[in-house]
Nanobody, 125 residues
């Protein structure tokens, strides 16, 4: 069974750093395109970052502060979030397979073939 599992979220303060992980089971990451989505309360879910073997994508709202990476030995994708802001609060999901990184900005997560249960991140001011 193909599954993605995000690490536990956290309550952090503005300016803090937090790293989320997304562990794959039942399949190998290999060259799959994995995306991170965020859903803030009362807002639509948005794609904020993506990683392929040679491609990456960051939404303008997180560019320069978030870093996505992958460890194929662990079949895990990471999202390092630096200088967090209250507007980064939300439930974070990882999902596969986008086919192309640029699609994370336009493809609803529930159109993909697997995603995690989500993890809550709260950034206090």
């Amino acid at each position: 069974q193909m599954q993605l599992e995000e690490s536990a979220g956290a309550l952090v303060h503005s300016g803090d750093l937090l790293t989320l992980s997304c562990a794959a089971s039942g399949f190998l990451l290999d060259d799959l395109i994995i995306g991170w989505y965020r859903q803030a309360a009362g807002k639509e879910r948005e794609g904020i970052s993506c990683t392929g073997i040679t491609s990456m994508y960051y939404a303008d709202s997180v560019k320069g502060r978030f870093t996505i990476s992958r460890d194929l030995r662990k079949d895990t994708v990471y999202l390092q979030m630096d200088n967090l802001k209250p507007e980064n609060t939300g439930v974070y999901y990882c999902a596969k397979d986008l086919g192309a990184c640029r699609r994370v900005a336009t493809t609803p997560m529930d159109e993909l073939n697997a995603w995690g249960q989500g993890t809550a991140v709260t950034v206090s001011s």
